[in-house]
């Protein structure tokens, strides 16, 4: 069974920076397509980053470019979002998930979400 | 605003049937068969219900099919249950820089 728990959630104040993680287990980060989609409160789905399997080429949606980093560890099996330079427009639980297709567009497995909230 | 246009809310009586659109351009809906739809309950996360148009995960009711015809993607849920009543979102393979997009999601009430 494929697990993914997401971790690091909390309070941070505006420009701050925050780590979350996704521990999987029942799949291998290394071989698969991982990536964070976010949803702010009340509101819809977006895709934040992907790390692609084996050498782990990453892609970030604009507004996240430049201020987060999407890494994993493969010992650990654990995939990781450094967020830098938080902005009150970055507050949404952030699901960490397994995706999928031949162009790499849907998503198959979802942890249960972590609450990030930028606020002073 | 999302990239991906869906009405805000549906709504259904036990047992009949409901249809959700999912309206984008050539770049994204209209161009690929590569369309997935999701259904989210309150406090949730989301669930994979179909994928590439009309395919459905194992373990999702064959109540849930999919279509689409030009830039129009459709979920229909049919003999609609009060399990259903929750979020639905639709999202595309795109060919903008974003590389994923999604809708901004319908609300279905069942009454």
């Known amino acids: 069974e494929v697990q993914l728990v997401e971790s690091g959630g909390g309070l941070v104040q505006p420009g701050g920076s925050l780590r979350l993680s996704c521990s999987a287990s029942?799949?291998?980060?290394?071989?698969?397509?991982m990536s964070w989609v976010r949803q702010a409160p009340g509101k819809g789905l977006e895709w934040v980053s992907v790390?692609?399997?084996?050498?782990?080429?990453?892609y970030y949606a604009d507004s996240v470019e430049g201020r987060f980093t999407v890494s994993r560890d493969d010992s650990k099996n654990t995939l990781y979002l450094q967020m830098n330079s938080l902005r009150a427009e970055d507050t949404a639980v952030y699901y960490c998930?397994?995706?999928?297709?031949?162009?790499?567009?849907?998503?198959?497995?979802w942890g249960q979400g972590t609450l990030v909230t930028v606020s002073s | 605003q999302s990239a991906l246009t869906q009405p805000a809310s549906v709504s259904g009586s036990p047992g009949q049937s409901i249809t959700i659109s999912c309206t984008g351009t050539s770049s994204d809906v209209g161009g690929y068969n590569y369309v997935s739809w999701y259904q989210q309950h309150p406090g949730k996360a989301p669930k994979l219900m179909i994928y590439d148009v009309t395919n459905r995960p194992s373990g999702v009711s064959n109540r849930f099919s999919g279509s689409k015809s030009g830039n129009t993607a459709s979920l229909t849920i049919s003999g609609l249950q009060a399990e259903d009543e929750a979020d639905y979102y639709c999202?595309?393979?795109?060919?903008?820089?974003?590389?994923?997009?999604f809708g901004g999601g319908t609300k279905l009430t069942v009454v």
């Open positions: 999202n595309s393979y795109t060919t903008s820089t974003t590389l994923v997009v």
């Open positions: 998930a397994r995706e999928r297709g031949t162009y790499l567009y849907y998503f198959d497995y």
């Open positions: 029942g799949l291998n980060v290394s071989s698969n397509y």
């Open positions: 790390i692609y399997s084996g050498g782990g080429s990453t």
